[in-house]
């Protein structure tokens, strides 16, 4: 009986091994790959998250910053979530593009003011230093996404959209703070998180209390995606209190956080 026992229990190394391995296999076969597609507004805040993500879960996600998004999306390219607006990201379930029932509102962004590295600051701590920033600066660049929305609507709410509109330069799908870096605008807004990252452009600070507003960015799992299950736990990720930090980290701020 001794012996027996002095088998069995010689034995249980190799069984809990290959327990360990029965379990590493098992969690390996539910590690799955999700693509995300994003718009560069939002992509600060999903590359800083997705590291996190994959870590706490095993899943990989693959960061898709697309300049047509919509296109992408309406295309029905094989993608498993995409970021974007609450209203669009509505207008994709009308539409049959996400599955109803998962958007989920997890970030936002505040518009910031951009100048060259090294040139003078201008004060924009108040609505009317920031008027003065505006007529003063040569010329003024601000995009035509949604912080270029919010920026339009403060020049419309100062009363100084002629004043500027012979300097006013309006992009899209390119970083402000890139335009200002190479000297191209005195001047430039953009969300915060897409200045930030721009070598050879200096953040100056947001728009003033009263004059500041947020782009809003929500997830939806697509229709096409063949990982609806790491899709969704990609969002709840995403929106958990807990993970907070993680969007703060790149510029932007958890939606209702």
Known sequence: MKKSMRCAMSSMPTVLAAGVLLCHAAGAAQAADITVLVSQGAASGVRDLAPAFERATGHKVIVSQEVDLAGKV???????VVVA?????????ARGKVVAG??????????GVAVKTGAPRPDISTPEAFKRAMLNAKSIAYSRGGSGQITHKVMEQLGIVEAIKDKTLRAENVPIA???A???AEIGMHQINVILPVAGADYVGPLPPGLQDFVQSSLGVLTVSTQPDAARAFERFASAPENAALIRKSGMEPWGR
Do not use: K, Q
């Not at 607006?85 to 379930?93: E, M």
């Not at 998962?102 to 518009?111: E, N, Q």
């Open 74 to 80: 309406n295309s029905g390219a094989p993608a498993d």
């Open 85 to 93: 607006g609450p209203l669009a990201i509505d207008d994709y379930v």
């Open 102 to 111: 998962t958007r989920v509102d997890f970030a936002m962004a505040g518009v």
């Open 178 to 180: 890139e335009i200002v």
């Open 182 to 184: 190479r000297g191209e």
